[in-house]
């Protein structure tokens, strides 16, 4: 088990991790002058530099030579990438043109959407009440079809892709850092080609001024300084913490489309976000539940094992030299709930 200490300094990094991304739609705002293919061109050139100075710091080279002899991790990766830009340009495209409530629709799905795909890709098995949060996630989707007037599909598009993202990144296992690197490694010829495109057509609007050409290079930090508050927070808290954590980001997202860019919710949109935050609150109680459950079982059987243990030679030896001996020798009469090993008789 973590420290106390520890798991308070990795709830703070957590915390500021999941605020930073769900504030990233101010950010975003920011940058309205600039089309969303070029933010993200911008996002992905400056994020290798970023990732570079973070492994010097590190000192996190040794993965690269074995990651380089290995054509299927290579693949996945450049699968990962695909699946990652993607994410990113529709989730600007989708603040910078009013539609931040359902982005933060999408990353409330996202937890379902990647328990469905476990059940039918990795072939796990679900708990009646994870059965029961998916079913009523379901439900939420067709009631925001009914509300939206259509099938939500920047919300679905963003749980799906990040999703497959995450379901990308198990086969991949490279941590946070290298992973990052990685993928911007290979974003970076790309962006870089079309920035250059951009220049040479005169639509270019990092050079509109030294504010904007400022805020777009610092796209590379925005992306970077939460993914190491998270990878500090992941390695001092339970999973089961994490996951309630994550629903921070769409939740900061979800008052910012409310309170700042005065987006519309008829009462038809609130009924949907209330069926999704009741499939997350069924999810989040069944996994404190299971959570509570296994530490209790731990703790049991590591009370049977103590108690099922062997005397240790010392106490065996102290026994002997202060126990009677002869007939007098009688064993002590045994006090009511005493643990004995199993399979022992009193």
């Given amino acids: 088990m973590q420290p106390r200490s520890d798991q308070r300094t990795g709830l703070a990094y957590g915390i500021a991790a999941y ?44 993965w690269i030579g074995p990651l380089l002899r290995q054509p299927r991790r290579l693949g996945l990766i450049l699968v990962s990438t695909l699946v990652i830009s993607a994410n990113w340009f529709l989730y600007i495209w989708a603040v910078n043109s009013g539609h931040v409530l359902e982005a933060s629709l999408g990353y409330f799905i996202n937890p379902l959407v990647s328990i469905a795909f476990g059940v039918l890709v990795l072939r796990e098995r679900l708990r009646p009440l994870q059965w029961t949060a998916v079913g009523i ?33 198990k086969g991949i296992k490279l941590d946070g850092i290298e992973g990052f690197s990685a993928e911007t490694a290979l974003q970076l010829l790309p962006a870089l080609g079309f920035l250059v495109f951009l220049g040479l057509r005169g639509e270019a609007s990092f050079t509109t001024g030294a504010g904007q050409a400022l805020l777009l290079s610092a796209c590379g930090v925005a992306t970077a300084v939460p993914l190491i508050c998270f990878g500090a927070s992941a390695v001092r808290l339970p999973l089961t913490m994490i996951g309630m954590l994550q629903y921070l980001a769409p939740t900061f997202q979800f008052l910012l489309g409310l309170t700042v860019f005065h ?3 008829p009462p038809e949109r609130w009924a949907g976000f209330a069926l999704v935050w009741l499939a997350l609150a069924v999810l989040t109680w069944d996994a404190l539940r299971t959570a509570g459950r296994a530490r209790a079982a731990l703790a049991e059987a590591a ?13 065996t030896t102290e026994a002997a030299t202060q126990a009677p001996t002869g007939a007098a020798a009688q ?9 004995r090993p199993p399979g022992l008789t009193p």
């Fill in 263 to 265: 987006e519309t919710m």
């Fill in 303 to 315: 009370a049977q094992a103590a108690a099922a243990a062997p005397p240790t030679e010392a106490a």
């Fill in 331 to 339: 064993p002590a009469p045994e006090q009511p709930g005493t643990p």
């Fill in 137 to 169: 996630g379901a439900l939420a989707v067709l009631v925001m079809t009914v509300a939206y007037g259509r099938m939500p599909w920047i919300a679905l598009a963003l749980a799906f892709s990040f999703a497959t993202y995450g379901l990308v990144k």
């Fill in 19 to 62: 605020t930073m991304w769900g504030l990233l739609p101010l950010y975003w705002r920011l940058l309205d002058d600039a089309a969303p293919s070029e933010i993200l061109a911008h996002r992905m050139v400056w994020s290798l530099p970023v990732a570079v100075v973070l492994l010097a710091v590190l000192r996190r080279w040794s």
